[in-house]
């Protein structure tokens, strides 16, 4: 509901004090940043195609980083906060790591 993925149909959803569902398109579009999706099941919620490289680096990257060194810099210090070696799951799939990596 939060994220209006759908949108809702009534009531209204409040962060802070924002009220979401006043939001244009746009600012919808840029307070999502500040959300985040935790699916139920990781292994089906990440493409079996990708590398973990490409599923981490993204997100930074389609809003606006434009300096590949800093987004990786970045993806790989998260991926030790998280407890999983950059150096060692960094080329691989998804299917290649354990359910708890994922």
Do not use: H, Y
């Not at 590398?51 to 300096?67: F, M, Q, R, S």
């Amino acid at each position: 509901a939060i994220m209006q993925l759908p949108s809702p149909t009534s009531g209204s959803i409040r962060l802070g004090d924002v009220e979401m569902t006043a939001l244009d398109p746009e600012e919808l579009r840029r307070s999502r940043t500040q959300l985040q999706m935790i699916f139920q099941d990781p292994i089906s919620s990440l493409n079996p195609r990708r590398k973990v490289k490409a599923l981490v680096t993204e997100g930074p990257a389609i809003w606006g980083g434009k300096d590949k060194a800093a987004i990786e810099a970045r993806a790989r210090e998260v991926l030790a906060e998280v407890g999983l070696d950059p150096d060692m799951v960094w080329d691989r799939t998804p299917r290649e790591l354990s359910g708890g990596q994922c």
